[in-house]
């Protein structure tokens, strides 16, 4: 399958090959067989780095596995992605950030970060139909992202994804039993991100003012508007504003916001 794949790379048709595995899987004999392949990017599912989580849910691997992966894939000097899950039974936000901590320092490329959902036929799905796992609600699951977002932002780590890749399958509702799934889950998360500035700068600005301006770049709009306009709605309420408007602004970067309060 490499050397099927390797052919589209050479056809110049794909830009490389990208893994995505397990960190127990990631030892010297695999390595040495996919050296040779135009591999460009391997994902590790780490999910979490405290072992008791693991062990809680059957991963098959430990959080020292995941730094042995790390510093091996290092060696070969691979682009390394982390894949982590909030909401896992046995986990907590001490527990969660206590992970993100362990990660950052292993300093990966990219981040994904994935809620966890109950999918039906599963055996999380056994636990919740018993009451012995409650799923984090969609507001949790946000606001626990959203500090992971800040968290690796702030050290230079890009998040890449946050949240499921919307499907078919995922959409008809047959396939979730419970949990945190939204079509546009990391949409909420970058909108609560801009809310939150928003309010701050706000504050700072001139919090009895009637009308504000908020300017940001075209990309980010949609993330300051909210799903629905609904950051908006939140701003013009707890300020009492006659008017919100958005400005499109250039010259900002795409996670910078910049409020001119008028009276």
């Known amino acids: 399958m490499l050397a099927e794949a390797a052919a589209f790379v050479k056809a110049g048709r794909v830009d490389s090959i990208r893994f995505s595995t397990r960190p127990d899987t990631i030892d010297s004999g695999r390595l040495d067989i996919i050296k040779n392949f135009p591999v ?17 849910n059957k991963r098959g691997h430990t959080s020292s596995d995941t730094v042995k992966a790390i510093q091996r894939l290092k060696e070969f000097d691979y682009e390394i992605g982390v894949q982590l899950m909030v909401g896992l039974p046995g986990d ?24 966890t959902v109950v999918v039906t036929g599963s055996p999380l799905a056994k636990l919740y139909r018993e009451g012995r796992y409650m799923p984090l609600s969609l507001k949790d699951a946000v606001a626990q992202v959203k500090e992971l977002y800040r968290f690796f932002s ?26 945190p799934y939204h079509p546009s889950f990391g949409h909420l998360v970058y909108s609560d991100i801009f809310l939150d500035m928003a309010v701050d700068q706000i504050e700072s600005a001139n919090p009895k003012a009637d009308r504000i301006d908020l300017h940001v770049h075209p990309r980010s709009v949609s993330k300051m508007r909210g799903l629905k306009n609904g950051n908006m709605k939140k701003l013009r309420v707890k300020f009492h504003l006659q008017s919100v408007e958005i ?16 009276i």
């Open 247 to 262: 400005v499109p602004d250039d010259s900002l970067k795409e996670d910078q916001l910049k409020v001119n309060a008028l």
């Open 40 to 56: 460009a990017t391997i994902e590790l599912g780490v999910q979490s780095m405290d072992d008791r989580v693991l062990s809680a």
């Open 92 to 115: 907590n936000p001490e527990r969660l950030f206590a992970t993100a901590h362990r990660v950052a320092a292993l300093k990966p490329d990219f981040i994904r970060i994935y809620p």
């Open 154 to 179: 702030s050290r230079n780590i890009q998040v890449i994804r946050m949240g499921l890749q919307a499907t078919d399958d995922l959409e008809k509702g047959s396939t979730i039993l419970a949990g």
